[in-house]
C-alpha cells in the first residue's frame, strides 16, 4: 500500500464570511473562561477555570485549539487532535460558543470553516465529533453540516455529579464535504 505523508500541521488562521477561527493565545485565557463560565455553556464544558484554560488550551501540546472571533469579539473556541498515521488520517474535534454566538448559525460556520482546513489543507480523510448523547442543539448543527450519526459511545463522560453519561459519534469524510 502506498504510503501518503500528512501536509505539515501549520496553526494558520482561518477567515470565514463572518468569523475569524486562530490560534489560541495566552490573552485570550480571561475571555475562554467568561465563556466557559455561562450556563448553556458550563452545563457541557464543566470545571473550567483560568487555570484549567491555560493549561487545556494554552500549555497543551496535545491538541489543536483555536480562538472563534466573531466582530473582533472572542466567541469560543474550536479544537482538533489528530491522528498523524497516513493511513488513517483521522481528527476528531470539540468546540463551543458563548451565548452571544449561539442561534446565529456561528456554529455550522465555523466548523465548515475548520473542515475545510482539515480535509484541504491538512490532507485529513475523516473527522469526527461526539458531544454527549443529551446534547440534542449540538447534534442538530453538526448534522446540518453533514456529519453523520455513527453510534452512541456508552459511559463517555463523567460529570462533576461522579455520573456517567452517554456520547453520540458522529463523523464525516472528505468526500462527504466534497460534495457538499
Given at each position: 500500500m502506498a504510503q501518503t505523508e500528512l501536509a505539515p500541521v501549520v496553526r494558520a488562521q482561518i477567515d470565514t464570511e463572518r468569523l475569524t477561527i486562530r490560534p489560541v493565545l495566552a490573552t485570550d485565557v480571561a475571555s475562554l473562561t467568561a465563556i466557559l463560565r455561562q450556563p448553556s455553556v458550563a452545563r457541557w464544558w464543566f470545571d473550567y477555570d483560568a487555570k484549567r484554560v491555560r493549561e487545556a488550551f494554552v500549555e497543551?501540546?496535545?491538541?489543536?485549539?483555536?480562538?472563534?472571533?466573531?466582530?473582533?469579539?472572542?466567541?469560543?473556541?474550536?479544537?482538533?487532535?489528530?491522528?498523524?498515521?497516513?493511513?488513517?488520517?483521522?481528527?476528531?474535534?470539540?468546540?463551543?460558543?458563548?451565548?452571544?454566538?449561539?442561534?446565529?448559525?456561528?456554529?455550522?460556520?465555523?466548523?465548515?470553516?475548520?473542515?475545510?482546513?482539515?480535509?484541504?489543507?491538512?490532507?485529513?480523510h475523516r473527522v469526527t465529533i461526539a458531544p454527549r448523547l443529551d446534547n440534542e442543539r449540538a447534534a442538530t448543527t453538526y448534522e446540518r453540516v453533514g456529519f453523520r450519526t455513527v453510534g452512541v459511545l456508552r459511559q463517555f463522560e463523567r460529570s462533576p455529579d461522579d455520573q456517567w453519561h452517554d456520547g453520540l459519534l458522529m463523523e464525516m469524510v472528505a468526500d462527504q464535504f466534497t460534495a457538499a
Open positions: 497543551s501540546n496535545d491538541d489543536y485549539p483555536f480562538t472563534v472571533e466573531f466582530r473582533g469579539e472572542t466567541v469560543g473556541l474550536i479544537k482538533y487532535a489528530e491522528t498523524q498515521d497516513a493511513d488513517y488520517r483521522c481528527a476528531k474535534l470539540d468546540i463551543f460558543l458563548g451565548e452571544q454566538a449561539q442561534g446565529k448559525g456561528l456554529g455550522q460556520e465555523v466548523l465548515t470553516g475548520m473542515l475545510g482546513y482539515l480535509f484541504d489543507d491538512i490532507g485529513h
